[in-house]
């Protein structure tokens, strides 16, 4: 029974069903606690997928706990070089990059890319997870020239192993063409921005929270580039999709308004542009 509650988690979380994965994975988790102990590898491997979970609704100091508690058991139960272990450390690795805690999610990230690559070999699936996550921290951060080849090699990996219309090709995508706005080089990104949208809505459906992430993207382009009038209906659709998928007051929320804000002030919509700024200030004033 816990095997397929963990499945039906699993496919909840795959299709951005976060709420719904959420007490399936829970259940589990129970389970497989209540029947092999509170160490058993299974049960680290449950943890970190409630603790994935946790991040992606934006529950960050949970998210932390679990995946914490997930890595711990998994060093004991295994070692500290197991693939195992660099799954949890990827988990962590993201959080702490949405965290903004970006020397500890740099060494995490880090630490999980060589256990997976000692593992696995250089083009595995998990290697590529590993490259882009760290592609993401270097890229805030604005390292870009340490974050494209990392971004580039783990898009390469993905493509020859999922094939050019796989979600995780779409993420690779989506975090190169980020690259490329944020240094301007918008010929560049609005290409790959655009494969990165059409693969997620074709594999996701048009409602997924990866697809808002894309849109977003491209919505933020468009600004950039002055075509707020394009710019404008994309970032209203990816708003509405993240309010709907995950919630009135989560972090990716906050980001659609206040990006649609700052499309505001560029067109001179003032008062508009202060009712969502307000809205934002305090869904991030809540404690995570």
Same mark, same amino acid.
């Given at each position: 029974?816990?095997?397929?509650?963990?499945?039906?988690?699993?496919?909840?979380?795959? *299709?951005?069903?976060?709420?719904?994965?959420?007490?399936?994975?829970?259940?589990?988790?129970?389970?497989?606690?209540?029947?092999?102990?509170?160490?058993?590898?299974?049960?680290?491997?449950?943890? !970190?997928?409630?603790?994935?979970?946790?991040? /992606?609704?934006?529950?960050?100091?949970?998210?932390?706990?679990?995946?914490?508690?997930? #890595?711990?058991?998994?060093?004991?139960?295994?070692?500290?070089? &197991?693939?195992?272990?660099?799954?949890?450390?990827?988990?962590?690795?993201?959080?702490?990059?949405?965290?903004? *805690?970006? /020397?500890?999610?740099?060494?995490?990230?880090?630490?999980?890319?060589?256990?997976?690559?000692?593992?696995?070999?250089?083009?595995?699936?998990?290697?590529?997870?590993?490259? !882009?996550?760290?592609?993401?921290?270097?890229?805030?951060?604005?390292?870009?020239?340490?974050?494209?080849?990392?971004?580039? @090699?783990?898009? /390469?990996? @993905?493509?020859?192993?999922?094939?050019?219309? &796989?979600?995780?090709?779409?993420?690779?995508?989506?975090?190169?063409?980020?690259?490329?706005?944020?240094?301007?080089?918008?010929?560049?990104?609005?290409?790959?921005?655009?494969?990165?949208?059409?693969?997620?809505?074709?594999? #996701?459906?048009?409602?997924?929270? &990866?697809?808002?992430?894309?849109?977003? !993207?491209?919505?933020?382009? +468009?600004?950039?580039?002055?075509?707020?009038?394009?710019?404008?209906?994309? +970032?209203?659709?990816?708003?509405?999709?993240?309010?709907?998928?995950?919630?009135?007051? &989560?972090?990716?929320?906050? /980001?659609?308004?206040?990006?649609?804000?700052?499309?505001?002030?560029?067109?001179? *919509?003032? @008062?508009?542009?202060?009712?969502?700024?307000?809205?934002?200030? @305090?869904?991030?004033?809540?404690?995570?």
């Amino acid at each position: 029974m816990a095997g397929s509650l963990w499945s039906l988690a699993l496919l909840a979380y795959e *299709r951005g069903q976060y709420a719904e994965a959420e007490p399936l994975g829970r259940r589990a988790f129970e389970i497989y606690e209540k029947t092999f102990g509170p160490e058993y590898v299974v049960v680290g491997r449950a943890l !970190n997928l409630l603790a994935e979970l946790d991040r /992606a609704r934006g529950l960050y100091t949970q998210a932390e706990q679990l995946g914490l508690r997930a #890595l711990a058991i998994t060093e004991k139960a295994l070692g500290p070089d &197991h693939p195992d272990a660099a799954s949890s450390l990827n988990v962590l690795a993201l959080l702490y990059t949405e965290q903004g *805690r970006y /020397a500890e999610s740099e060494s995490l990230g880090r630490r999980a890319l060589a256990i997976s690559e000692r593992s696995y070999g250089p083009d595995h699936p998990t290697v590529a997870e590993s490259l !882009n996550n760290l592609a993401k921290v270097y890229g805030v951060r604005g390292l870009y020239a340490e974050a494209e080849p990392l971004c580039r @090699r783990s898009l /390469a990996i @993905r493509e020859k192993v999922f094939g050019m219309d &796989h979600p995780a090709v779409a993420e690779s995508l989506n975090n190169l063409a980020e690259l490329y706005c944020a240094q301007g080089l918008n010929a560049k990104a609005e290409p790959v921005g655009a494969r990165a949208l059409a693969i997620r809505e074709k594999a #996701l459906g048009p409602d997924h929270p &990866h697809v808002a992430e894309s849109l977003n !993207n491209l919505a933020e382009l +468009y600004r950039a580039l002055g075509r707020h009038a394009a710019a404008e209906p994309i +970032y209203e659709r990816a708003l509405t999709i993240r309010e709907k998928a995950l919630g009135p007051d &989560h972090p990716e929320v906050a /980001a659609s308004l206040e990006n649609l804000a700052r499309l505001y002030r560029a067109t001179e *919509r003032e @008062r508009e542009a202060e009712e969502l700024e307000a809205r934002a200030a @305090r869904i991030r004033s809540i404690k995570r």
